[in-house]
């Protein structure tokens, strides 16, 4: 669509797009990167194996909302009543309550 004379006229030519055009384009700005130890970045996370955790159940959950009540943000101490559960975990676990069920997180506390 272009503008002539004020009224909004219908160009044919930029109904299809050339899509070899565009590609040969891309290709153009593309340049080759040679990667060695020295340019590649490592970091401390390139190597760390991520846990995954398990599923909470509704036992583990309505434990979580006991001891969330009794200890508060206390996530140490919290992971302590769960043995096959970290100090992480209980925290993602209690951000992610925040967000989906915040009344009884409140209540909870």
């Known amino acids: 669509m272009r503008i002539i004379d004020g009224q909004i006229v219908m160009d044919d030519r930029t109904l299809q797009i050339d899509r070899r055009k565009l590609a040969q384009a891309h290709q153009t700005e593309m340049t080759e990167v040679e990667e060695n130890d020295f340019t590649r970045v ?19 959950n309505a434990l979580f909302y006991d001891c969330l009540s009794r200890h508060g943000t206390d996530f140490e101490m919290i992971a302590s009543y769960f043995p096959h559960r970290n100090r992480r975990q209980i925290k993602l676990k209690f951000n992610k309550e925040e967000r989906n069920n915040p009344a009884r997180v409140t209540r909870a506390m």
């Open 42 to 60: 490592v970091t401390s996370g390139t190597w760390m194996k991520m846990e995954r955790s398990q599923a909470w159940d509704a036992v583990e």
